[in-house]
C-alpha cells in the first residue's frame, strides 16, 4: 500500500464548477499535512497546509479527518488557471512523502 | 529574494556515463533536500542536509549516487554510472530550520540515453 494515495484523475471540468480531491495516508503517526500545486514541467509549490479544524483560503478549503487518515481539498468557483496537478503531501519524522498527484483540467 | 536555483536545467548523457546535478538553496536556509520525482508521479525524498550534516539519506541508492553539501551552503548531487532507469527531474528544495514549508527548484530534467 502507498504511504500516500491519490485518485490521479484527470478531474474535467468547466469553468465555475466546485471540484474536490481526495487523498488517504497510511501513516497515523504523520504529523503534518499539505496540498501542493504543480504546473505541468513546473516545480511544486505550497498551495495551502491542511489543520484539523479546516482551514480556507479564498476558493480553496481543506479538511484534515484523522480518525480516517484523510486529506480533502475543494475548489470552488474554478479557474482555467487552476488547470495543475494537485499533490497531497504528509509530512512525519522531518520527512514530506508526496502522493502522486491529481490531475485538474478547467476547460472554457 | 532569490528562489533556489538549480543547474543545469536539462541534460542528455548516455547510459554509463557520470552527471552531476549543482543547488542553490533559499539565502539562510539550514535544510535542503534532493528529490526525484519520475513522470506521473510525487517527488521521492534521495537526501536531506541539516547545514553540512546528511541527516536522512535513507532512500539514496548509494552505489552509484553521491552528495555533498561541503559549506552547508550549495549542494551537489552526482550518479556514476548513470543508468537508463535514472531518467527523471531531479528536485532541489529547502527550508528554513524548524521551517515547514519547503521552496522546490525549478528541477534538472535528466535523459539517460
Known amino acids: 500500500r502507498k504511504e500516500v494515495e491519490q485518485d490521479p484523475g484527470p478531474f474535467n471540468v468547466p469553468e465555475g464548477a466546485t471540484v474536490a480531491f481526495n487523498c488517504t495516508y497510511s501513516n497515523s503517526a504523520s504529523q503534518s499535512f499539505f496540498w501542493y500545486r504543480q504546473d505541468c514541467r513546473k516545480e511544486p509549490k505550497l498551495l495551502m497546509s491542511v489543520y484539523s479544524s479546516g482551514n480556507e483560503d479564498g476558493r480553496f478549503t481543506a479538511q484534515l479527518n484523522r480518525a480516517s487518515q484523510y486529506i480533502s481539498l475543494l475548489i470552488r468557483d474554478s479557474k482555467l488557471s487552476d488547470s495543475a496537478t494537485y499533490l497531497c503531501?504528509?509530512?512525519?519524522?522531518?520527512?514530506?512523502?508526496f502522493g502522486a498527484g491529481t490531475i485538474l483540467r478547467v476547460k472554457s | 529574494e532569490a528562489g533556489v536555483v538549480q543547474s543545469p536545467r536539462y541534460k542528455i548523457i548516455e547510459k554509463k556515463q557520470p552527471v552531476a546535478f549543482w543547488c542553490n538553496p533559499i539565502s539562510g536556509h539550514n535544510t535542503l533536500y534532493w528529490y526525484r520525482q519520475n513522470l506521473g508521479q510525487g517527488p521521492e525524498l534521495l537526501i536531506r542536509?541539516?547545514?553540512?550534516?546528511?541527516?536522512?539519506d535513507s532512500q539514496l541508492p548509494k552505489d552509484r549516487f553521491s552528495a555533498e553539501r561541503l559549506k552547508g551552503v550549495d549542494s551537489t548531487l552526482k550518479i556514476q554510472p548513470a543508468e537508463l532507469g535514472d531518467s527523471a527531474v531531479y528536485l532541489c528544495?529547502?527550508?528554513?530550520?524548524?521551517?515547514?514549508?519547503?521552496?522546490f527548484g525549478p528541477g534538472t530534467r535528466l535523459t539517460v540515453l
Open positions: 503531501v504528509v509530512e512525519y519524522g522531518n520527512k514530506l512523502v
Open positions: 542536509y541539516e547545514n553540512e550534516e546528511a541527516v536522512d
Open positions: 528544495a529547502s527550508s528554513s530550520t524548524g521551517g515547514d514549508t519547503q521552496y
